[in-house]
């Protein structure tokens, strides 16, 4: 399974962005489509997560501030992101899980990041 995010920029504090990402192969279902970041010089961390069924959760640091939802028949998600300040300047990651469920297949799939950039 391929995974491309896209929308990633450079913006002003508390300004917005939304990325999107794909995933396009033998996509079978859809367990969890998740957003991750890696900030410099910091480990990769968990931003929000949307479910086959429609749950989301988020990163405190990002709760109220960021929104993650999807389009199941396009297999994409979105992150759209509000009052962004410098501490989100970082990559963001898409990370796509599923499989078949009437099959061992599964995958675990990520995108090559999209760069966030917060500055003035």
């Known amino acids: 399974v391929q995974v491309v995010e896209s929308g990633g920029g450079l913006v002003q504090p508390g300004g917005s962005l939304r990325l999107s990402c794909v995933a396009s192969?033998?996509?079978?279902?859809?367990?969890?489509m998740d957003w991750y970041r890696r900030a410099p010089g910091k480990e990769r961390e968990f931003v929000a997560q949307i479910s086959a069924n429609g749950g989301t959760r988020y990163a405190d640091s990002v709760k109220g501030r960021f929104t993650i939802f999807r389009d199941s028949a396009k297999n994409a998600v979105y992150l759209q992101m509000n009052a962004l300040s410098p501490d989100d300047t970082a990559v963001y990651y898409c990370?796509?899980?599923?499989?078949?469920?009437?099959?061992?297949?599964?995958?675990?799939?990520w995108g090559q990041g999209t760069q966030v950039a917060v500055s003035s």
């Open positions: 192969g033998p996509i079978f279902s859809i367990y969890h």
């Open positions: 990370n796509v899980v599923g499989g078949n469920p009437d099959s061992l297949y599964e995958y675990d799939s």
